[in-house]
């Protein structure tokens, strides 16, 4: 990351201090527990079949060109085998592993345990793909119009894969030439999945042809990876020679292997349309109830059941609403629902910018401006040593995928320091990101949201990989929802009604979101019920809505986290507040939320509850 020396000293200082009191006898070193090699050489068994996750983030045998940047991830059924075995192999792996007297390695492991229990706790369940290192955990469907190799591989050849150096070069075009393997190996999987009893929503099936279709659309020298290709390898500044050599070579692989490889999945998707299932929600595949509670439990990171978690939707929605339509009263906007009137609030022309070029570019410049005074206020909330230095940058989602990709998502720094963070919008509808909607949406994916939640876990001493690149879902959305909340406690909102109005449609959006995903998974609505409760609640452009919804059917689960994560960090921000009164510190609080990186939501309660007075815990 190009981070000064004295820089990690302290954060390690906090790590192994302030985050990690040691429970040794006064005047004697702490014990430690040696559980970092054991844990990565688990982690190097299990990034061998995930590629393409070892190349997102920087991992020694994906740099240079080395083994890991030149593959796709497995998806054939033998791939799929080989990867759920080897989640088993790294949990029993895991579980023989103790740390007796070093509480820093006892939090490790206690972390790594709860990463492979995510993985492991629907792979009976055959289709799909479960993935503690993903966001979408235990994904039923391999092919949808918001994820799948079809989307994610070029993604990261495109963004994220290096393309410095003559051998990363090689190793990209490699992985490209793989296409043509690698999705034979995926319809397989389809195919296998589908004979399992799983057969996707429809909708799903029909909205990847447009991705599909961009993929195979126009001149070889015009196409996205290739024009990636071209641009990085000239800012890198390679040989000239190399570069026009390297471009041939992509367009041959390109119109020879992935293109074909493409055109067979689509034939493929064309085949299964009809055969797609009407229902929209998760319980009409096999086994669909009890993926839904495997998904609730690692993405929502809850043993609250759908009907409890329902339940603190509906009454979510009536108190924000509530505080909704207080504020719209006093910007006069006092008839109709609430929902009605934020879509008024939407079309005025003054919340709009132009549906131009030169309107989003606009857009994307008044986004950096509210990063950077958000910026300014982190010593209010951070203690000094957690303020990140790391960049960060703000772009458009592709044209080629933003029409199945969220509004707004965030990309962190890879581990090798050579990618910045990156906070992605989607502005393929202009109506769909008003003005008063950009602060909070800001907030949630930069600063203080998930760029710096990220920033500063990768500052911190390195934990074992497979605790780096887990994903807590609840955890880092739920930090990000609670950002929000926070910039409106810093007074971000104070000279900008219009914003806290934005701030508080998008906190309704994570409630309904309660409602809605439960709704389909559980209580068994349709996609049209789910779309209407959702545009009724929140006013949000119908093309968001749709996008949403669909979103959900494609990941179960993943929407729950936002809400929960949030309500868990406000009501142990409420207990360590009540219990420390005036000695309360906000900047203290924050550094036990962040000071050990992402875990699960009751290690987190854990690590707060070292704050209070002894006689408070329990």
């Not at 059941?305 to 339509?325: K, M, T, Y």
């Not at 909070?440 to 930069?446: D, I, K, M, R, V």
Request: proline share 8%.
């Amino acid at each position: 990351m190009g981070l000064e020396g004295t820089r990690r000293e302290a954060m390690a200082m906090l790590a192994a201090g302030a985050a990690l009191p040691s429970t040794a006898a006064p005047g004697r070193s702490p014990p430690v527990c040696p559980v970092m090699a054991p844990l990565d050489a688990v982690a190097d068994r299990l990034f061998a079949h995930l590629p393409e996750i070892a190349t997102y983030n920087g991992l020694p045998d994906a740099l240079d060109g080395g083994p890991l940047a030149r593959r796709m991830d497995d998806h054939s059924p033998e791939g799929e085998t080989a990867w759920r075995a080897a989640l088993k192999a790294a949990e029993r792996d895991v579980a023989a592993l103790t740390c007796p007297g070093d509480r820093a390695g006892t939090l490790r492991l206690a972390i790594a345990r709860t990463v492979l229990a995510n993985g492991t706790r629907s792979t009976a369940i055959p289709y799909g793909r479960p993935n503690p290192f993903s966001f979408s955990g235990h994904a039923p469907y391999a092919v949808t119009q918001i994820s799948g190799p079809h989307i994610d591989t070029p993604s990261l050849m495109q963004n994220q894969q290096a393309l410095s150096s003559p051998p990363e070069v090689d190793a990209w075009i490699e992985r490209l030439d793989g296409f043509q393997q690698g999705f034979a190996g995926l319809i397989e999987k389809l195919k296998t999945d589908m004979a399992a009893g799983c057969r996707p929503p429809r909708i799903l099936l029909e909205k990847t042809l447009p991705i599909i279709d961009a993929f195979l659309a126009g001149p070889a020298a015009d196409h996205p990876l290739i024009a990636a290709l071209r641009r990085r390898t000239a800012t890198a500044a390679l040989d000239p020679r190399l570069r026009a050599a390297a471009e041939q070579r992509a367009i041959v692989a390109l119109e020879k292997r992935a293109r074909p490889a493409y055109s067979a999945l689509r034939a493929w998707i064309m085949e299964t349309i009809p055969r797609g299932r009407e229902d929209a929600g998760l319980w009409v595949q096999p086994d669909g109830d009890a993926l839904y509670a495997a998904n609730i439990r690692a993405l929502g990171d809850t043993a609250l059941s759908p009907e409890q978690i329902h339940a603190i939707g509906l009454e979510e929605v009536r108190r924000i609403s509530a505080a909704l339509d207080a504020l719209l009263r006093l910007q006069g906007m006092g008839k109709g629902s609430v929902g009605a009137r934020l879509v008024a609030l939407a079309a005025d022309p003054r919340q709009r910018f132009p549906d131009s070029e030169a309107g989003r570019a606009a857009l994307l410049d008044h986004v950096r401006g509210l990063i950077a005074a958000m910026e300014k206020r982190q010593p209010s909330f951070l203690p000094a040593v957690l303020i990140p230095s790391e960049p960060l940058e703000v772009r458009r989602v592709p044209v080629a995928t933003q029409d199945g990709a969220p509004g707004g998502y965030y990309d962190a720094p890879s581990l090798d320091g050579s990618r910045p963070g990156i906070y992605w919008i989607n502005l393929r509808d202009m109506a769909g990101v008003p003005r008063f909607r950009l602060p909070t949406l800001s907030y949630h994916e930069g600063v203080p949201g998930h760029h710096t939640q990220a920033t500063i876990a990768l500052a911190l001493p390195r934990p074992p990989l497979i605790n780096a690149f887990a994903s807590f879902n609840a955890y880092s959305e739920g930090w990000a929802l609670y950002a929000e909340r926070l910039a409106a406690d810093l007074g971000a909102y104070r000279a900008d009604r219009h914003g806290d109005i934005g701030r508080l449609q998008d906190e309704l959006f994570r409630a309904v979101r309660l409602v809605v995903d439960t709704g389909l998974h559980h209580h068994r609505w349709s996609r049209e019920r789910a779309i209407a409760y959702m545009r009724q609640q929140t006013g949000a452009a119908e093309s968001r809505v749709t996008a949403e919804v669909e979103r959900y059917m494609a990941w179960p689960g993943q929407a729950l986290g936002y809400k929960l994560g949030q309500l868990r960090m406000l009501e142990l921000r409420r207990q360590a507040r009540a219990a420390l009164g005036r000695r309360f510190d906000l900047r203290s609080f924050h550094a036990a939320l962040l000071g050990n990186g992402a875990m699960p939501m009751d290690l987190v309660a854990a690590e707060v509850a070292r704050l209070l007075p002894k006689r408070r815990r329990r």
